[in-house]
């Protein structure tokens, strides 16, 4: 089966722009997640979907990241205006249901100048 | 709030020898999964073994083994005759129910030829 597709692969931009990364799950999982990874961390939960509704975004600093996942489907996560400490890689993530194993992306690794 | 701890921030062994990675846990709940997953330098998380903790039976997955021993909260993966393909960066992760994934700081693992 095809894994869970990201892009892009990487991404350098100047703060304060925007950014958007993009992630298509593996067929017919329900929930996907968004994840930070910083530089010598594990990853960190950013926002849970669970088909196109939102389980959880508890760690999300809203007042610059966004996420949806239009049709229950592919997902986008945005970051506006982009901060040094955004430097990161997101990662994405699906599964059938939440508590079954997650299957993670490639990543998209974030530099922030 | 859950926490998981993993002491060692590298490791190395020689190949075909065995090694054992250390992760602590800290929860109040009774029923949750532990997780070892693997990032090489792809950065894609791959999932290495998964233990549900209501069994007493420890996982084992080919070379891979955990020693999982529930009231002390620990979580121990074995990996025997080790290879090259096997460094990479190794993550603990607990999650309770179908609550959030968290994970470890992570050990490096280097294989010696």
């Known amino acids: 089966e095809a894994g869970v597709a990201q892009s892009p692969r990487y991404k350098i931009i100047e703060k304060r722009q925007s950014v958007a990364f993009w992630c298509n799950p593996i067929?017919?999982?329900?929930?996907l997640y968004w994840y930070q990874q910083i530089l010598g961390q594990g990853p960190k939960l950013l926002i849970q979907?669970?088909?196109?509704?939102?389980?959880?975004d508890s760690q999300l600093p809203k007042d610059r990241f966004s996420a949806e996942r239009l049709k229950g489907v592919d997902s986008t996560l945005k970051i506006q205006p982009a901060k040094l400490e955004d430097s990161a890689v997101y990662l994405c993530a699906s599964s059938l249901i939440g508590a079954q194993p997650q299957h993670f992306g490639d990543g998209t690794r974030l530099s922030i100048l | 709030a859950q926490t998981v701890t993993q002491s060692q921030p590298e490791m190395s062994v020689q190949e075909a020898e065995t090694v054992t990675l250390s992760c602590t846990y800290d929860?109040?709940?009774?029923?949750?999964?532990l997780f070892w997953y693997k990032q090489p330098p792809s950065r894609q998380m791959i999932l290495v073994i998964r233990q549900e903790a209501y069994k007493q039976q420890n996982a084992t997955e080919n070379r891979f083994s955990v020693n999982f021993q529930k009231a002390a909260k620990s979580f121990s993966l074995k990996i025997s005759d080790s290879q090259l393909g096997d460094a990479a960066m190794y993550f603990c992760a607990y999650q309770p129910g179908n609550e959030k994934l968290t994970f470890g700081t992570g050990t490096r693992l280097t294989i010696i030829p």
């Open positions: 929860t109040s709940e009774s029923d949750y999964y």
């Open positions: 067929s017919g999982h329900a929930t």
């Open positions: 979907f669970q088909n196109n509704g939102v389980v959880d």
